[in-house]
């Protein structure tokens, strides 16, 4: 089977926001309509994600759809951390609040979607949320935003390889790289804000780029973690393919 046939599937990308103890959400491409009598619509979340447990706590979402204006820090900011250990909106003020009480993104997007949890189907990795439209907004006019439009104009592109003889250590989850012989125990990627741990010694000029067979997302390491799990689309490691640039 050619799982590259998948990337022929069109997908917009969302910030899929929910709320509790506090206000949380998540990068996804996982939303669609699927009835207009009545308006409904499906939403697939990871079952790591912190955001899915809120969702299945208080029974509703808002779904904000992004456009080709958002910028790389919107993914940043809700795709590279765990909202269970960070607060994703601290120092955050492009949103304002549906009248279910739930956080939308105003910056970036086009549009809002807030849904009512109708039915769920456990999909293992995944809970599918069949929810029914309970308020939307249009926010602008800019065209949503396509895994390929963020591939080809908001990803940060990877730096070119330094000559042989410096020494680069590259992040392994966003590819951010710096020059020097050593890193400080307690230097922090600046970019998608990882530890040290994350970070990869690179010796040559050999490019090795892991690329999701789910949703295309691409990082450079020599190898990926066992756990390491796709920033975008959640799926596990077993989802990338070794790509040679």
Not at 166 to 175: D, L, N, Q, S
Request: aromatic residues 10%.
């Amino acid at each position: 089977m050619d799982n590259k046939a998948m990337y022929k599937l069109s997908y917009g990308l969302f910030v899929v926001t929910a709320k509790t103890d506090k206000d949380n959400g998540c990068i996804t491409n996982t939303a669609m309509q699927v009835t207009t009598t009545p308006n409904r619509i499906t939403l697939a979340v990871n079952k790591e994600n912190y955001t899915h447990d809120m969702i299945v706590k208080s029974g509703i979402f808002n779904v904000s759809i992004l456009s080709e204006e958002a910028t790389f820090d919107t993914f940043e900011r809700f795709g590279f951390h765990s909202g269970r250990d960070t607060d994703k909106f601290a120092d955050y003020n492009d949103y304002a609040r549906a009248d279910n009480g739930v956080a939308y993104i105003t910056k970036g997007t086009n549009a809002m979607i807030s849904a009512k949890v109708f039915q769920t189907v456990d999909l293992g990795t995944h809970t599918l949320f069949i929810a029914d439209v309970t308020d939307a907004i249009t926010i602008s006019d800019a065209p949503s935003a396509t895994y390929a439009y963020y591939h080809a104009h908001i990803k940060p592109k990877p730096k070119a390889e330094k000559p042989a003889g410096k020494t680069v250590w590259r992040c392994k989850i966003c590819g951010y790289e710096v020059e020097a012989d050593e890193l400080p125990d307690d230097f922090t990627c600046p970019l998608c804000k990882h530890p040290r741990e994350d970070f990869e010694r690179i010796t040559s000029n050999t490019k090795t780029v892991w690329r999701c067979k789910i949703c295309g997302y691409e990082v450079e390491a020599d190898e990926l973690p066992d756990d390491f799990i796709c920033p975008l689309c959640k799926h596990p490691r077993e989802d990338f393919e070794k790509v040679q640039k």
